[in-house]
């Protein structure tokens, strides 16, 4: 069973950071690509910062130059800093995986259970 364990997140100011961790458990398998997605109320669910095959990386307009992410291969962990926030950052916030376990032949998409971020003065 993997499963995408979360943490961090919270109340922060305008301009403030925080930084918010996720940790792949389980045995067995492999990660393809890592990244972070947020929901803000009333809208889809988007990809903000990823991993892509190679170790580029890949950012949403939105937050490239606030946000950076980065990982632990050796213990299947990766972060999300996020830097100036904007109370327009205020979402869930899910960590995302595409992960194969090796029983299996093809990767699965995985998501964290969400963490709340909310921006406000």
């Known amino acids: 069973q993997v499963q995408l364990v979360e943490s961090g997140g919270g109340l922060v100011q305008p301009g403030g950071s925080l930084r918010l961790s996720c940790a792949a458990s389980?045995?067995?398998?492999?990660?393809?690509?890592m990244g972070w997605g947020r929901r803000v109320l009333g809208k889809e669910r988007e990809l903000v910062a990823t991993f892509t095959g190679g170790g580029r990386t890949d950012y949403v307009d939105s937050v490239k130059g606030r946000f950076t992410i980065s990982k632990d291969n050796a213990k299947n962990t990766w972060y999300l800093q996020m830097n100036n926030l904007k109370p327009e950052d205020t979402a869930v916030y899910y960590c995302?995986?595409?992960?194969?376990?090796?029983?299996?032949?093809?990767?699965?998409?995985?998501w964290g259970q969400g963490t709340q971020v909310t921006v406000a003065s």
């Open positions: 995302n995986a595409r992960i194969r376990k090796y029983s299996d032949y093809f990767a699965n998409n995985y």
């Open positions: 389980g045995s067995g398998f492999s990660i393809n690509t």
